[in-house]
């Protein structure tokens, strides 16, 4: 089994700054890539930012210049520094990965979410 674990979600006011941390565990062969995608209410789930093994990134042009997303591929961690944030990026905030648990078999993992609300 595999488990993504989430941390780091509260309030904050906006221009303010959060960094959501996350961690993969179990049956882990090797790690494809690491994200965060968002959900907010009345609306679908979006991709935030991905990074892959050879650190190669991609970000929602919403957050460009905003997040920095980072990994440490010994550890299996995935973070998310997000700063000047905006009220509209109020969200439940998921970790996912791609990953290998043996040589042939690979899924999309996801962990739980954790909430994020910028207000004053």
């Known amino acids: 089994q595999v488990q993504l674990v989430e941390s780091g979600g509260g309030l904050v006011q906006p221009g303010g700054s959060l960094r959501l941390s996350c961690a993969a565990s179990?049956?882990?062969?090797?790690?494809?890539?690491m994200g965060w995608y968002r959900q907010a209410p009345g609306k679908q789930r979006e991709l935030v930012a991905t990074?892959?093994?050879?650190?190669?990134?991609n970000y929602a042009d919403s957050v460009k210049g905003r997040f920095a997303i980072s990994r440490d591929n010994a550890q299996n961690t995935v973070n998310l520094q997000m700063n000047s944030l905006k009220p509209e990026d109020t969200a439940v905030y998921y970790c996912?990965?791609?990953?290998?648990?043996?040589?042939?078999?690979?899924?999309?993992?996801w962990g739980q979410g954790t909430q994020v609300t910028v207000s004053s």
């Open positions: 996912s990965s791609r990953l290998y648990t043996d040589y042939t078999h690979w899924d999309d993992y």
């Open positions: 179990g049956s882990i062969f090797s790690i494809v890539a």
């Open positions: 990074i892959t093994s050879g650190h190669s990134t």
